[in-house]
């Protein structure tokens, strides 16, 4: 295929594959995020990404809800899944988050959706909400890009 031609469906399916397989591959060093809190990396895509994890009794703080930093730590790892694909290595600059109520569900699902991004710096939007589509919480996020040029 040349680069003029339009992609198939099936070398879409392709290229999505590799990438979440690229993000899982590079994210799997990222050990407090995925071994000790057990975010999966479920979609990725340029200014994109779905994370997950299954609650457990280590998420749950003294009231038996889920901790806030868990939340925290599951919008930002998305927000780092999404703000390096296809991009050099970003890192958080500055995150804002705001706390609307407790899970119900079983599993926490966060997507971050890239607003703005520019030579050095990025900003996105992150919603985390349970599996019962109830929104926990919204995050935004400016990265700071480092290039080696």
């Known amino acids: 295929m040349t680069p003029c031609e339009p992609k198939t469906a099936e070398t879409a399916v392709q ?16 050990i407090y995020a995925t071994e ?11 200014g994109y990404s779905k994370c997950s994890l299954t609650i457990g009794r280590r998420h749950l703080n003294a009231g038996n809800r889920v901790m806030g930093g868990v939340l925290f730590t599951l919008a930002d790892f998305a927000f780092a899944v999404a703000a390096n694909e296809e991009q050099p290595l970003t890192f958080t600059q500055s ?11 079983t599993r926490l699902i966060a997507e971050a959706k890239e607003v703005r991004s520019g030579r050095n710096t990025c900003y996105f939007q992150v919603e985390v909400r349970d599996d019962l589509g109830n929104l926990l919480a919204s995050v935004t996020e400016n990265g700071f890009r480092v290039r080696k040029d």
Not at 15 to 30: H, S
Not at 36 to 46: H, K, N, Q, S, W
Not at 95 to 105: D, E, L, R
């Open 95 to 105: 995150a804002n988050i705001t706390f609307h109520g407790p899970a119900a569900g």
């Open 36 to 46: 000790v809190t057990g975010i999966a990396i479920d979609a990725v895509a340029p």
């Open 15 to 30: 290229d999505r594959t590799e990438a979440l397989e690229r993000a899982r591959t590079f994210f799997a060093g990222d």
